[in-house]
């Protein structure tokens, strides 16, 4: 997958937020560096590559990483656990960091908990809290951490890291829908490249491609609604035909979106529906036009 294969290993991997990464850095390599941090920001903008990338400059052993998704461990237990375990030494190297991933989720208990050792952790300590949400996190733990906050990347520098990721991998992908992508992923470097995984593979007309990974731009709202409707279990046919009625591309054009739509969730999930409906689009509609469209959505949603 192509957002774990291009995770950034080192500060100057990181696109966008310089400021933040020159922040850090600075910061880190002073003598009294800080050893509880705060990193917030949208999802998929770098907080936990950010996290591992400082966890390594601390000299941290990878065995010595400690990556905690506080959503599935909210509670005051997690929080003894985590302060009993910083009093043990590290059995590698130098120190051990506790990253606290979505730590918003986290209970005042857990909070109120870890407050002593957020403000004096042990010299082989370092804490790094990431989150989406700082306001939730209660006044005290925030005034315990250096802060630093992340922004969501520009288009600009999406389409940049794209193409350097489609020239790496041998990819030709028009520019167009490179923008489009960096557009429709609101500054999260992960969804951009899970976007590019998902079309990197697909030939054909820019708006079919488009399309099929369920992008929705003006010309092709209508074909994403008629896909999700036909992908809603026991939708109406009334509700198809709505749409249906509304629909003025060629229907060639539809019946190749509804498949690429179709096959991509099919690719993630095992799912009898959704084979049955590229079933119904398998044969093309060049014979038939619209009355060919309008049948193989009756047909797909009487399964
Ligand atoms: N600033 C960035 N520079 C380069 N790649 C990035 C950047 N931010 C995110 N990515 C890409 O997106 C992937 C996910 O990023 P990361 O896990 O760091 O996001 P996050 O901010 O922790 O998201 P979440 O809030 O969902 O945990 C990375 O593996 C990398 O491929
Ligand atoms: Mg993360």
């Not at 010595?64 to 059995?91: F, M, Q, W, Y």
């Not at 006044?139 to 389409?159: A, E, G, H, Q, Y």
């Not at 995984?197 to 994403?224: P, Y």
Request: proline fraction near 4%; include cysteine.
């Amino acid at each position: 997958m192509l957002h774990i294969k291009y995770r950034p290993q080192s500060f100057s991997d990181m696109i966008g937020n310089k400021e933040t990464v020159e922040g850090v850095k600075s910061l880190i390599s002073s003598k009294e560096r800080p050893h509880t941090y705060l990193l917030h920001g949208p999802s998929g903008c770098g907080k936990t590559s950010l996290s591992r990338i400082m966890s390594r400059e601390f000299g941290c052993h990878q065995n010595e990483i400690v990556e905690i998704n506080i959503s599935n461990n909210r509670g005051i237990d997690t929080a003894r656990d985590i302060i009993d375990k910083t009093k043990l030494r590290p059995l590698y190297g130098p120190c051990r960091v506790y990253i606290l991933d979505e730590v918003h989720k986290s209970t005042n208990e857990f909070q109120n908990a870890l407050l002593k050792v957020l403000e004096e952790p042990p010299e082989h300590i370092y804490f790094i809290l990431c989150t989406t949400e700082p306001d939730k996190l209660i006044k005290t733990v925030r005034n315990r951490c250096s802060t630093f906050s992340i922004s969501p990347l520009s288009d600009k520098s999406i389409v940049r890291a794209l193409e350097e990721v489609c020239k790496k991998e041998s990819l030709t992908v028009d520019s167009e829908l490179l923008k489009t992508i960096a557009k429709e992923s609101l500054g999260s470097m992960r969804s951009a490249l899970v976007m590019l995984d998902q079309i990197k593979d697909l030939k054909g007309d820019i708006s079919e491609i488009i399309a099929s990974v369920g992008i929705v731009t003006e010309e092709n709202k209508t074909v994403i609604e008629l896909c999700r409707r036909l992908a809603t279990p026991k939708v109406k046919w009334k509700s198809i035909a709505i749409v249906l009625k509304n629909l003025e591309e060629d229907p060639e054009k539809v019946r190749r979106a509804v498949l690429g739509y179709f096959s991509n969730i099919l690719l993630n999930e095992d799912n009898p529906y959704v084979a049955s409906v590229i079933e119904c689009f398998e044969e093309p509609f060049y014979n038939s036009g619209k009355a060919g469209l309008i049948k193989a959505c009756y047909m797909a949603i009487k399964f």
